[in-house]
């Protein structure tokens, strides 16, 4: 059966416009329906041009037999207006609809967005198979573990597909199908360098953690499952030697998670002549791990800290201690690595301009080589969205566009604030971080190489774009 598996255009921004992730959930998802007899192309309109003329004469050329999307909830409009796309071409074409959002709100999606037909919930490879067997059969999707449909005026929602347990039993994903070309740099901040070629890599599939706010549970179920290190070398020799990839971002939950796999990773990593980045917690992390990752080409760690006051870490569900945030940040530095923290303004309804002047003496202490704050997005599915629906600050009829950390202008308010003050907030503790004279000094040294300036100039270019004339939607 030809299959076409799309993620949808999403808004950039100054902040995005030069590091797109590559999709590589589709690609996985591709080389596992590929591998059992399909013909699956991927198209990523985050790259590539998604007007209807364009959509329509690939469609004309691939003429596929299924379609399907992975949408966030920032993202599920504008899937839905290529789907529109897609029936207008052709209206018998089934159009599946995967990904964070759809997963956690399969009913209402189905409810809302008429083109969606039939919903892949949680993990994608085996649901999108079983749907793409039965449809090449001429069979209905009754019976199939985690998809949802409508039918007879309802939306049937099937018993949830348990999670892959084995993940090496799944092909590696094919990035073949991408046009490799469109996607420039490292797609995480303050890896400059003209020789850079780099792309994303998942070792495990899902967290253990219970974050309030966090989506990921929903996809992947609660815990981790780990691919073995053999699998996970296969892969990136893979990646080396039939695409040039001589840089990896990992894009675990928690990368460190198992140290004795950590260190087993490490030791292959350093035969193989390449970096990588990751993101981790604060409580996984020592002296010691820093300098195993460092000493194995590891150049950058990422760390949601999401705020500097205990109170508010704690009705988050966190579960770090600022003394680890204080020990990760100092040890990642004496390693050599660059830090990248992560924060949320309004990660809890309650905080207060108190917690706020925590979360920016912290950010003052641990001295991140780069800060990124987000204002809080009680995602669909989350215990966060619960919560915000409890106390009457969203109803579950907000505009979805307007569910993006970055970009959007919060439908809601918290406690204390409303959804413009939590912007302003938002660029006050960016603005006052990066403006500090240390910072600025910082900056201005890393200028000095011909590779630094340029990178420097359009990354400081982008930030001020992003924080003084995008307008929020
Ligand atoms: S925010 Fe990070 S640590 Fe928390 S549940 Fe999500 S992935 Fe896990």
């Known amino acids: 059966m030809k299959i076409v598996l799309a993620r949808p255009p999403k808004t950039q921004g100054g902040l995005e416009k030069s590091s797109v992730q590559q999709p590589i959930n589709l690609c996985s998802i591709a080389a596992y ?22 959509v329509r ?4 050329q691939s003429r596929p037999d299924l379609f399907g999307f992975t949408a966030l909830t920032a993202t599920i409009k504008a899937a839905h207006e290529i789907a529109c796309l897609v029936k207008v071409y052709n209206p018998e074409i089934p159009i599946m609809i995967g990904g964070p959002h759809a997963s956690a709100t399969p009913k209402q999606t189905l409810e809302e967005f008429l083109n969606f037909d039939v919903v892949v919930i949680g993990e994608g490879e085996e649901t999108a198979l079983d749907i793409a067997n039965r449809l090449e059969k001429n069979q209905p999707y009754q019976g199939i573990f985690g998809s949802a449909y409508r039918e007879k005026n309802r939306v049937v929602i099937e018993l949830a597909r348990p ?5 090496d039993d799944l092909p590696y994903p094919d990035r073949s199908l991408l046009k490799l070309s469109l996607y420039k740099g490292a797609s995480t901040p303050g890896l400059e360098g003209e020789n850079l070629q780099s792309t994303e890599l998942f070792t495990s599939r899902g967290c253990a953690e219970k974050c309030i706010f966090c989506t990921v549970k929903g996809t992947f179920g609660l815990g981790v499952r780990f691919r073995s290190p053999d699998h996970v070398i296969g892969e990136i020799i893979e990646c080396k030697e ?21 260190k087993e990773l490490c030791q292959k990593f350093k035969e193989l002549n390449m970096t990588w980045d990751c993101d981790t917690r604060v409580d996984q992390v020592d002296e010691e791990t820093f300098k195993l990752m460092r000493d194995s080409g590891c150049v950058k760690v990422a760390f949601g800290i999401e705020s500097g006051s205990p109170r508010i870490l704690r009705l988050i569900k966190k579960r770090i201690e600022l003394d680890q945030v204080r020990n ?9 690595l660059i830090t990248q923290a992560f924060f949320i303004v309004g990660s809890h309804p309650t905080e207060t301009i108190e917690d706020i002047k925590l979360t920016k003496a912290i950010i003052r202490e641990i001295k991140p080589d780069f800060l990124l704050v987000n204002v809080m997005v009680p995602f669909p599915g989350t215990e966060l969205y619960d919560i915000m629906k409890e106390r009457g600050y969203i109803n579950g009829t907000e505009d979805w566009n307007k569910f993006d950390c970055l970009h959007g202008r919060p439908a809601w308010r918290t406690d204390m604030f409303i959804g413009d003050q939590l912007i302003e907030i938002q660029k006050n503790i960016l603005l006052s971080y990066y403006l500090t004279p240390f910072y600025l000094w910082r900056i201005f040294k890393k200028m000095l190489t011909r590779e630094g300036f340029k990178y420097y100039t359009s990354a400081t270019l982008g930030f001020l774009k992003y924080l003084f004339i995008e307008d929020r939607k």
């Open 57 to 60: 004469s690939r469609l004309e």
């Open 163 to 167: 999670v892959i347990k084995s993940l």
């Open 328 to 336: 990760a940040f100092k040890a990642a530095r004496k390693a050599g």
């Open 33 to 54: 329906l590929n591998a059992n007899g399909h013909n699956t192309e991927v198209w990523d309109f985050e790259v590539e041009d998604s007007g209807p003329e364009t």
């Open 242 to 262: 039939k695409f040039g990839f001589n840089h990896f971002t990992i894009e675990d939950d928690t990368f460190t998670y198992r140290k004795s796999r950590l």
